[in-house]
């Protein structure tokens, strides 16, 4: 059964950093593509960043700038470095991994930027 367990989501103020931690029970080489999605109050969940297989990335237009994706795969895990963050990325944070047609889900971290 693959696993994705999502960490690093807390409190920050506006224009401060943290980084989220997706730890995969597999390589993550095995996944066509690994993404972070987030769903905030009331909202539909929305695709944050992406990263391919081959290393590729891509981000949402609100982060672009701010975010970024990256991987360590000999610790079999995806991060989002989060910087200069706004109170509109409050959110759960979900890890999301893409394996042949299958689709996995972590159980989302919870970031609050609030001052």
């Known amino acids: 059964q693959v696993r994705l367990v999502e960490s690093g989501g807390g409190l920050v103020q506006p224009g401060g950093s943290l980084r989220l931690s997706c730890a995969a029970s597999e390589s993550i080489f095995r996944f066509n593509h690994m993404r972070w999605y987030r769903q905030a109050p009331g909202k539909e969940r929305e695709l944050v960043a992406t990263?391919?297989?081959?290393?590729?990335?891509d981000y949402a237009d609100s982060v672009k700038g701010r975010f970024t994706i990256s991987r360590a795969g000999a610790e079999n895990t995806v991060y989002l470095q989060m910087d200069t963050l706004k109170l509109e990325d409050t959110a759960v944070y979900y890890c999301?991994?893409?394996?042949?047609?299958?689709?996995?889900w972590g159980e989302g971290t919870l970031v609050t930027v609030s001052s």
């Open positions: 990263i391919t297989r081959i290393g590729s990335t």
């Open positions: 999301n991994g893409l394996w042949g047609t299958a689709r996995y």
